[in-house]
């Protein structure tokens, strides 16, 4: 058995039972930082930065918090392209999971597709 979270605030009194406040604006911090997730307003997802240079360092973080919110049942809202959940859990990213973020380039690859082996004619042509 685990014991049941408790935060107690510095100057405050009361105790947080569950880390619900604390949990769910740490994880809206995470999300704020530009560095670790960019925002695409189209689409209203986070998606995670694969050049930040603080990524391994609070994907660790936001782990830790994930699980908390799970084991406290504590509801969070998680904006992130279905590409994320799917590496999450060991599943096969495709083509259609590609075109939640880069619509043009999943195009390009379902064209090349398409051309059953003849790319290099129909590029030619």
């Known amino acids: 058995m ?9 100057g405050e009194p009361d105790i947080e039972s569950n880390g619900s406040e604390f949990i769910k604006t740490f994880i809206r911090s995470i999300f704020s930082r530009q560095d670790l997730f960019f925002f695409s307003p ?36 998680f904006p992130l392209p279905t590409a994320f959940f799917k590496t999450i859990f060991d599943e096969l990213v495709t083509i259609d999971d590609l075109q939640e973020l880069y ?23």
């Open 103 to 125: 619509p043009e380039l999943a195009k390009s690859f379902y064209f090349m597709i398409d051309c059953d082996g003849k790319l290099e004619e129909v590029v030619q042509q």
């Open 2 to 10: 685990t014991k049941p979270l408790e935060i107690k605030y510095k």
């Open 42 to 77: 189209e689409k209203q997802l986070y998606y995670p930065n694969g050049f930040s240079k603080h990524w391994s360092e609070h994907a660790t973080a936001f782990g830790i918090a994930t699980a908390l919110a799970l084991v406290e049942n504590i509801p969070i809202r």
